[in-house]
T-cell receptor
Framework: EAQVTQNPRYLITVTGKKLTVTCSQN?????MSWYRQDPGLGLRQIYY???????DKGDVPEGYKVSRKEKRNFPLILESPSPNQTSLYFC???????????????FGPGTRLTVT | AQTVTQSQPEMSVQEAETVTLSCTYD???????LFWYKQPPSRQMILVIR??????QNATENRFSVNFQKAAKSFSLKISDSQLGDTAMYFC???????????FGKGTSLLVTP
């Protein structure tokens, strides 16, 4: 089954304790992204990757790191989490849109993070 | 930067009725993609319908259709014969031809009542 998986699905942590949210896709997609969703703000892109070892900042990258060492994995790293990073996080993957008549981004199930 | 505006934070419709959700966007690009996503209480992001800007014909998926007005930069979603399972948050999203990012509106919470 084609899918994007995220782990953990729920996480409660304390300020300053480093954490990693994993993301993996089995569709051989080049593009991967991380978004955060906050009430009243919709989804905002944190980081994206166009392929292995190629990453760039999205709209809200402060306080986050990413890496893309393998095509299928795109972990999100919070080196020193703070309460304002409490949010719902989504990973997504997609092929490049050109030449893809049925283009879409495939989303993971989401990770609910609470930082106290 | 592209912006997406959904002017209706909440809407309600009775079962079997038709409802239209509004979306406007701002861009200087000529080629782009537009999407409507549904987010039910499970929080999963589900693609409802997509529209390529170069296509003049409005997209349709079963009970869901769009009214795409490129000159007006408007992309509304019409849900016909509303069902209780349509209750969800609906997000309008824009993407340039590069495919790097989806720009989302703030969402419209739709409640379908019996």
């Amino acid at each position: 089954e084609a899918q994007v998986t995220q782990n953990p699905r729920y996480l409660i942590t304390v300020t300053g304790k480093k954490l990693t949210v994993t993301c993996s896709q089995n569709m051989n997609h080049e593009y991967m992204s991380w978004y955060r969703q906050d009430p009243g703000l919709g989804l905002r892109q944190i980081y994206y990757s166009m392929n292995v070892e190629v990453t760039d900042k999205g709209d809200v990258p402060e306080g986050y790191k990413v890496s893309r060492k393998e095509k299928r994995n795109f972990p999100l790293i919070l080196e020193s989490p703070s309460p304002n990073q409490t949010s719902l996080y989504f990973c997504a993957s997609s092929p490049p849109p050109s030449g893809s008549p049925s283009y879409e981004q495939y989303f993971g199930p989401g990770t609910r993070l609470t930082v106290t | 930067a592209q912006t997406v505006t959904q002017s209706q934070p909440e809407m309600s419709v009775q079962e079997a009725e038709t409802v239209t959700l509004s979306c406007t966007y701002d861009t200087s690009e000529n080629n782009y993609y537009l999407f409507w996503y549904k987010q039910p209480p499970s929080r999963q992001m589900i693609l409802v319908i997509r529209q390529e800007a170069y296509k003049q014909q409005n997209a349709t998926e079963n009970r869901f259709s769009v009214n795409f007005q490129k000159a007006a930069k408007s992309f509304s979603l019409k849900i016909s014969d509303s069902q209780l399972g349509d209750t969800a948050m609906y997000f309008c999203a824009f993407m340039t031809n590069s495919g790097y990012a989806l720009n989302f509106g703030k969402g419209t919470s739709l409640l379908v009542t019996p």
